[in-house]
């Protein structure tokens, strides 16, 4: 069975940096992709970034790319989503997934159904 746990989330101001941790366990090896993705209030699912199984390829949202960024350590079964300069748009919840993955392309790996399992998610706050 697969757990996905995250942590990391809290509150900071515009332009404050926090890295989101996500440790899994009963994940094939080196088989998952890995996804993480946000929910603010009275919006959809938006996926923000993914990351292939060996950690060679990484996918980011227009609204993040340049600002986040994506990684894991495949010894420690932890992926982590660090995020720099952040705003207030940026307020949500941040979930972490996973999926044995076989198609890599960035339009699967950023849509929500391609994952089958997901952590319980951390709430990121950015004020101004």
């Known amino acids: 069975q697969v757990r996905l746990a995250e942590s990391g989330g809290g509150s900071v101001h515009t332009g404050g940096s926090l890295r989101l941790s996500c440790v899994a366990s009963?994940?094939?090896?080196?088989?998952?992709?890995m996804g993480w993705f946000r929910q603010a209030p009275g919006k959809g699912r938006e996926g923000i970034a993914a990351?292939?199984?060996?950690?060679?390829?990484?996918y980011y949202a227009d609204s993040v790319k340049g600002r986040f960024a994506v990684s894991r350590d495949n010894t420690k079964n932890v992926g982590y989503l660090q995020m720099n300069r952040l705003q207030p748009d940026d307020t949500a919840m941040y979930y972490c997934?996973?999926?044995?993955?076989?198609?890599?392309?960035?339009?699967?790996?950023?849509?929500?159904?391609?994952?089958?399992?997901w952590g319980q998610g951390t709430q990121v706050t950015v004020s101004s």
């Open positions: 990351i292939t199984p060996g950690g060679t390829i990484q």
């Open positions: 997934a996973a999926t044995v993955c076989r198609d890599w392309q960035k339009d699967t790996l950023l849509r929500a159904t391609t994952y089958t399992d």
């Open positions: 009963g994940l094939a090896d080196n088989s998952a992709c």
